[in-house]
């Protein structure tokens, strides 16, 4: 009696590598998506500094914030260790976005030395109904004389908007809401009372105040 025995050995998968090429596909698809995000906040932070006059809490934006997320995702498109392996056309974009951003980056801080400024919250004065708020500033801008502002501002979410009341070299001795959409302010020295009315819809003052 011979005993037969059953030599055929099934293929084993080669999970080890199907797992390799996995993680690689992941995290291609994360650098892809982390560089396109850094160039599109970069996109959408010029406009957000541009309107941060009209939208005041916007206000945080730099003016050099698109050069920075630009700059940071040509890093990524450049220094091999932080993403997939590179290939020489990647490293000529990124070579050539590097060069574009240099005139982006001398703006950028040129603006921003013109435009920065020092301020300080002298008082704050909010509507009857809660909406709507007047606030009191001191304000030094580069190669400007010291000044004052008072603006009024929505009390609402990342959109609310603000318009200017008062701009002066002085502060006004006291700005309060006499109702809903009317502001008092009373002048400088004299202390003489003087009011403007506001539109809640379109946000706007009626007149902006300044004594000489």
């Known amino acids: 009696m011979t005993a037969t025995t059953n ?14 090429d996995r ?3 992941r995290q291609r698809i994360i ?13 959408a932070a010029g ?3 541009f309107q941060s006059s009209r939208f005041y809490r916007f206000d945080w934006v730099p003016v050099w914030a698109p050069a920075a997320c630009w700059t940071a995702a040509v890093i990524l498109l450049a220094v091999p ?9 990647q490293l000529a974009v990124a070579a050539t976005l590097g060069l574009v951003l240099v005139p982006v980056w001398a703006v950028s801080m040129f603006v921003h030395g ?6 300080k919250v002298v008082a704050v ?5 809660g909406s709507h708020e007047v606030v009191t500033e001191s304000h030094k801008i580069y190669n400007h004389p010291p000044g004052c502002r008072v603006v009024l501002r929505e009390r609402g979410g990342v959109f609310s908007r603000q318009d200017t009341v008062w701009n002066e070299d002085e502060c006004p001795q006291r700005v309060s809401f006499t109702g809903d959409t009317t502001i008092s302010l009373a002048e400088p020295g004299s202390g003489k009372v003087e009011t403007t009315t506001f539109d809640p819809e379109r946000m706007q003052v009626g007149k902006i105040y300044g004594f000489g």
Do not use: H, K, N, Y
């Open 23 to 25: 993680l690689r596909r």
């Open 47 to 49: 406009p957000a500094w």
């Open 125 to 129: 004065a909010v509507s009857p109904d």
């Open 114 to 119: 013109l435009v920065a400024e020092d301020s």
């Open 7 to 20: 030599d055929d050995v099934s293929p084993v998968p080669d999970e080890a590598g199907g797992g390799t």
């Open 31 to 43: 650098w892809m998506i982390a560089v396109l995000a850094l160039f599109a906040v970069g996109v």
């Open 81 to 89: 260790r932080v993403g997939p392996c590179r290939r020489p056309g």
